[in-house]
C-alpha cells in the first residue's frame, strides 16, 4: 500500500511540473552578430538553424567530422548553416590577419570535400558559399554561449531559427543526435 502511495505521489510530482496548455518552457537565446573570415556579417537569429562547432587548432579534425555528419536535407538548404568557430588567444591585428589568411585557405580545402558530397547529390551549387568559419580571438564568442568549463574542447551548438538553444554536446555528437537536433 505504501509503495502505491509514494508512485501517485511521484506521478503527480512529475504532473505538476509539466507546464499547462498554452504554456511555453523558457529556452535559452542566443542572439549574436560576428564577422567571418570571409568578411560576411552572420547571426545567430537570422531565420536559419544554426550549427556553432567550437574548437581549436589542435582539434580542427572534429569540425570536419561534424560537417560529414550533417544530414544530406541541410546540404545547400539556406535554412540551415554550420560555422566553425576557432578559438584562439586574443593576439594583435598583424596576427589576425594571418589566422584568418590560414582559416580562408582551410576553408578552401573544406569546400572542396563539400563539393563533392553536392556533386553526389546533384546539389547545383558552389560549396565554398556554404562554408563559414570564424576566429574567435580570446574567446569573445565562446562566453557569450553557454558554460565555460567546456572552453578549449569540442563543443557543438544547435540553435533555432532565432538563435533558441536547441541542443549541445561537449564530445562529437553522432549523425542521429545531429540529425534529431536539426528537424
Not at 112 to 126: G, M, P, S, V, W
Amino acid at each position: 500500500m505504501n509503495a502505491r502511495r509514494l508512485q501517485l505521489f511521484f506521478l503527480l510530482a512529475f504532473c505538476l511540473a509539466l507546464p499547462s496548455p498554452g504554456e511555453t518552457i523558457a529556452r535559452k537565446t542566443y542572439a549574436l552578430k560576428f564577422n567571418d573570415v570571409d568578411g560576411n556579417e552572420l547571426s545567430t537569429a537570422d531565420g536559419k538553424i544554426t550549427v556553432l562547432v567550437f574548437v581549436t587548432s589542435e582539434n580542427l579534425e572534429k569540425a570536419r567530422i561534424v560537417g560529414d555528419r550533417i544530414p544530406d536535407y541541410c546540404l545547400g538548404n539556406d535554412g540551415y548553416r554550420m560555422i566553425t568557430i576557432v578559438e584562439v588567444k586574443n593576439h594583435a591585428a598583424p596576427v589576425r590577419l594571418v589566422f584568418e589568411s590560414m582559416a580562408r585557405h582551410r576553408l578552401e580545402a573544406a569546400a572542396k570535400r563539400l563539393q563533392a558530397r553536392y556533386d553526389e547529390k546533384k546539389i547545383a551549387r558552389t560549396a565554398r558559399h556554404d562554408v563559414f568559419a570564424v576566429i574567435d580571438f580570446g574567446q569573445t564568442i565562446a562566453s557569450k554561449i553557454g558554460d565555460q568549463s567546456a572552453s578549449g574542447a569540442l563543443r557543438v551548438v544547435v540553435l533555432g531559427r532565432n538563435g533558441d538553444l536547441r541542443e549541445e554536446w561537449t564530445e562529437l555528437p553522432t549523425a542521429e543526435q545531429l540529425a534529431a537536433a536539426l528537424k
